[in-house]
């Protein structure tokens, strides 16, 4: 296994995910693509923009960009070969995209309980799980 995929959104649950998928990279000597995902731009064709929308956008990519980059020094300080992707879109598909982009092997994905229809698995998990280029792993991520 030479690229391993994992998604964050940062929160506590999901670095589980990505201790996870460090662990796996580590021992298979694989490079870790680390991919977090940030809201769309609004455009002047959405309902009551905001002032300064845009550039709370700017602000919200950079500073996801800082985390990470600071999570990425830490695993390649424990020797990984990290690399990072920050992307707008829907969470499910630009983990696939940038799984198809970079030739991974392996898409990790934290499992997040939920309540009701989707409480076996997030919808996020589920979605790559069906649409992912390659193999997933769910990982526990909590309960």
Not at 16 to 40: F, I, N
Not at 76 to 101: F, I, M, Q, W
């Amino acid at each position: 296994m030479k690229r391993i995929v994992v998604g964050t959104d940062l929160s506590a649950r999901a670095t589980g995910a990505v201790a996870y998928a460090a662990e796996l990279a580590g021992q298979q000597g694989a490079t870790l693509h680390v991919v977090s995902v940030v809201p769309p731009p609004m455009t002047t064709a959405d309902a009551m923009v905001p002032s300064g929308a845009f550039h709370d956008h700017a602000v919200s990519t950079t500073a996801v960009e800082e985390r990470l980059q600071a999570e990425a020094a830490r695993l390649r300080h424990g020797g990984l070969e990290v690399e990072v992707h920050v992307c707008t879109g829907s969470p499910a598909d630009v983990l696939c995209k940038v799984a198809e982009a970079v030739d991974a092997e392996l898409v990790v994905v934290g499992n997040r309980r939920m309540r009701g229809a989707g409480r076996l698995l997030g919808s996020v998990a589920s979605k790559v799980a069906h649409h992912a280029p390659c193999s997933v792993l769910i990982a526990r991520t909590g309960d």
